[in-house]
């Protein structure tokens, strides 16, 4: 009989009479029985014990809680290891409202996700990267508040999480980092639940409130000609200058020409910036800042229909156009901001060929412009605009109707329109200050 089974006897059988007692066989099969059973019912339960993982073998899946932290910068009163110590109630803030944090081991570890859980009462992120930061690879980006972000798997001595844009200084309570074949959970009920203005990454996202907050330069890339973008193009914060001569002439090269689905995020384009941005189909302009608008922001040439988006950014130093829109379909433009500057959006009113446009505006901060929308009525074009702010611009007129014409010849300014077909936005969605 096992040692386990004869411990496991229980008070009843050990008051069996002595073996020298006549026992008859119904006991016998009776107490073998009670032994096979406390036996099998001990054994099973060491398997369940094998079976179910302890806190500690759990938790030892985020790869960070075994890690160093360093970091660019922190705030006062927070540490760069709070977001290792597997703690919601501690965070790291970098002294503004960039910097970066890292997580590091003393050997090569390999990683293909991190959880990022920020605590309440921080600046909204609008960009950010992960970094090989061995090397400082980009593995990651995007725009937002992240939660579980997942790259290749990598092994590296230290990981990065860049914030390269946000209204404020960031909480980051908890920077988790787990290897492939690893929990790479989503967050849990811990993590702080984004409000009502906190982006999500995607076209139709809402950015957040825009501030007048201009973001910091991550460093300086210099180009002599167009930079075409197909796929997602991510600038990484940088300022990328320059060509053209800040002036208003029609004949210069943009900085950037965006191929159809293409999207161009996280860049600050320098002065001059020739003519800005083309859009060439239909395309994302994410998280993008303008130095000095110089001819136009950003055109959208695009005739297939669809629409392109301006998520976040903004743009400063302009004496006419911000966007300017050639083609056909619907600009969207929500959480810019906009300083200095003629118009927000116009619909061109005498290129060469004649289109139906069609833009949408929501959360903007204008400051000293002189109007918001321009759209051709006779066109049938339409201005849908909602929660504008404008600041510095009493006189701003919210939606300028033309009346489109042919190239060669000045459209006509018709008048402002409120609530009307052409025009759909009421006085309410407009807060002058």
């Not at 059973?37 to 179910?52: C, D, N, P």
């Not at 959970?185 to 139709?204: A, K, Q, R």
């Amino acid at each position: 009989m096992p040692i386990l089974a004869r411990k496991a006897l229980s008070p009843r059988l050990k008051a069996l009479p002595n073996p020298h007692m006549k026992v008859s066989t119904r006991m016998r099969r009776s107490v073998a029985l009670r032994v096979i059973a406390v036996g099998a019912t001990a054994a099973a339960s060491a398997a369940i014990a094998l079976m179910l993982p302890s806190a500690q073998a759990m938790a030892a899946d985020n790869l960070s809680l075994n890690g160093g932290a360093d970091g660019s910068s922190k705030a006062s009163g927070t540490s760069y290891g709070n977001v290792k110590d597997g703690s919601t109630s501690t965070y790291w803030s970098p002294n503004g409202s960039t910097g970066y944090v890292s997580v590091k081991w003393s050997s090569a570890t390999s990683v293909s996700s991190a959880v990022i859980k920020q605590a309440s009462g921080g600046g909204s992120i609008s960009a950010w990267r992960v970094l090989n930061g061995d090397n400082s690879a980009q593995l990651a980006s995007g725009s937002g508040s992240p939660s579980t972000i997942n790259f290749s798997s990598t092994s590296l001595k230290k990981l990065t999480f860049e914030i390269t844009s946000a209204s404020g200084a960031p909480r980051i309570a908890e920077f988790e980092t787990y290897s492939s074949g690893g929990s790479n959970p989503t967050s849990g009920p811990t993590s702080p639940t984004p409000g009502p203005t906190s982006p999500t990454p995607g076209p139709t996202s809402n950015p957040g409130t825009p501030t007048g907050a201009w973001p910091s330069s991550q460093g300086n890339v210099s180009i002599s000609g167009t930079v075409n973008v197909s796929g997602t193009f991510d600038g990484g914060m940088k300022t990328y200058c320059c060509i053209g001569d800040g002036g208003q002439s029609e004949s210069q090269d943009p900085m950037f020409k965006i191929a159809n689905g293409g999207t161009l995020q996280n860049v600050i384009l320098g002065s001059p910036a020739g003519d800005g941005v083309h859009c060439e189909g239909t395309c994302t302009i994410r998280n993008v800042w303008w130095n000095d608008i110089g001819e136009d922001a950003a055109t959208f040439k695009g005739t297939g229909g669809g629409t392109s988006y301006v998520i976040g950014g903004g743009a400063r130093s302009g004496s006419d156009k911000t966007f300017q829109h050639n083609g056909n379909g619907t600009v969207s433009i929500s959480g810019f901001y906009l300083s200095g500057a003629g118009k927000l959006y116009r619909g061109c009113g005498n290129c060469t060929n004649s289109y139906q446009r069609h833009v949408k505006i929501d959360n903007v901060l204008l400051n000293n412009i002189d109007m918001v929308a321009g759209i051709n009525s006779n066109w049938g074009d339409t201005a849908t605009i909602t929660r504008v702010t404008l600041t510095s611009s009493s006189d701003a007129t919210v939606c300028g109707k033309y009346q489109g014409v042919a190239k060669g010849s000045e459209p006509k300014y018709l008048g402002e329109g409120w609530n009307d077909s052409n025009c759909k936005v009421s006085q309410s969605d407009i807060t002058r200050k």
